[in-house]
């Protein structure tokens, strides 16, 4: 029986500059069928790693391999095509006048602010990706009047665009209030369930973020993995508390998780 190849393998990878240890001895493997999180404190390595893993900073030592690819052979520039991201970086970069039928149809020619005409064959794979986010009704509404969580929902349409196998989300729920970080986390939810759906990457501090699709979980600290495995080996008070530097309380309610800093109370004199 043929033995299915890894999705994405980090082996041994040391990031430096200068005499700054960015990320040190970092090994990571994501089989078929897993959707992760990453989680770890402020400088925990968090933002290096992706970078490493889009090809945008190259590594010291050790290697990466995306669908039995190495980085850097052949180009990374052909690689990163596979490697969809959503970030704020790119949220703050999009035209105000741009529709969203459009912003969804640039992810295809990686270009922000798209220009010229589209292919037909473009607009009905758009229209198609956007009705997958669940975001058709938006087509002809420009980015200045989309919701954060609607903004959201397009870039992750636009990365589909490109029919990415690996779908990075950079912390997407940053600057959604409450109702619409539910409503996108179960978005998410519905998205990683489809038989389509790309491998996904969650980024973000918030456990309670991490919702039951994802089933493996990397912690960071300081640039050393810290933990990586099934969530429920992970996700634990006494990991977590080790990963963030601080007494820690973890709790799960049914299959979502929650995490408080454990205060110890204040004596009153």
């Known amino acids: 029986m043929r033995t299915r190849r890894p999705v994405l393998s980090v082996e041994r990878l ?6 700054v240890e960015i990320l040190l001895d970092v090994s990571w493997q994501i089989e078929p069928k897993q959707h992760w999180a990453i989680l770890g404190a402020n400088g925990s390595g968090k933002t ?18 995306l669908l039995g690819r190495r980085f850097g052979h052949p180009d990374w520039r052909e690689l990163r ?9 790119v949220r703050q970069m999009m035209a105000d006048g741009e529709p969203a039928l459009e912003s ?5 020619y990686a ?11 473009d ?39 490109a029919n990415p196998k690996l779908l990075i989300l950079d912390e997407p729920c940053a600057g959604l ?46 640039g050393r993995v810290s933990a990586c495995g099934k969530k429920a080996e992970t996700l634990t008070t006494k990991l977590l508390s080790n990963a963030f530097g601080a007494r820690m309380a ?10 408080a800093v454990a205060m110890k109370p204040r004596i009153v004199i």
């Open 14 to 19: 040391f990031v430096r500059r200068g005499d």
């Open 48 to 65: 290096s790693l992706l970078r490493a893993l889009t090809g945008y900073l190259a590594p010291t030592g050790g290697e990466i391999f």
């Open 81 to 89: 095509k596979d490697v969809g991201i959503v970030s704020s970086a």
């Open 104 to 108: 969804v149809i640039s992810g295809k």
């Open 111 to 121: 270009m922000i602010d798209f220009w010229g005409g589209a292919a037909r064959t």
């Open 123 to 161: 607009r009905i794979r758009a229209t198609k990706i956007l009705r997958q986010v669940e975001c058709a009704y938006l087509a002809d509404r420009p980015w200045r009047v989309l919701s954060q969580g609607e903004r959201q929902r397009v870039l992750i349409g636009r990365a589909l665009m």
């Open 177 to 222: 209030d409450p109702v619409a970080r539910e409503h996108f986390l179960q978005f998410l939810q519905r998205l990683g369930r489809t038989k389509t759906s790309p491998t996904l990457i969650l980024v973000t501090h918030h456990i309670e973020e991490i919702m039951p699709v994802f089933s493996h979980t990397l912690v960071l600290k300081a």
């Open 250 to 259: 973890v709790k799960k309610t049914g299959a979502r998780y929650a995490m």
